[in-house]
């Protein structure tokens, strides 16, 4: 079974009609903060996380709860977009730029 988490309803709906799309039984979603999964302790094989580091203070938080649905033996992998020094103001101004 696959469960998507996301605290935006936009971001559940866009995952839902994908889901559908793809013909996938298997998929439910839930609206939570990643530092309140609800998901049983130990539940969890693979955790694929994405953008929530950049977009949340609360990592020590995050990291504890993962470390609390995640099954010995499961694995963690992040995508996470990394600045190296600040955006020029015409990038940081554009709808474009994924840290706006």
Do not use: H
Request: charge should be negative.
């Amino acid at each position: 079974m696959v469960i998507g988490v996301d605290f935006s309803a936009e971001m559940l709906e866009r995952a839902r009609t994908a889901a559908r799309e793809a013909g996938l039984k298997n998929a439910v979603f839930c609206r939570a903060d990643a530092e309140a999964l609800p998901i049983k302790d130990g539940s969890i094989d693979v955790a694929l996380i994405n953008g929530i580091f950049n977009l949340n203070p609360s990592r020590d938080a995050i990291f504890c709860e993962l470390a609390r649905v995640l099954r010995s033996g499961g694995f963690v992998y992040a995508a996470e977009l990394i600045l190296r020094e600040s955006l020029p103001p015409e990038i940081r101004a554009s709808e474009a730029n994924w840290f706006a």
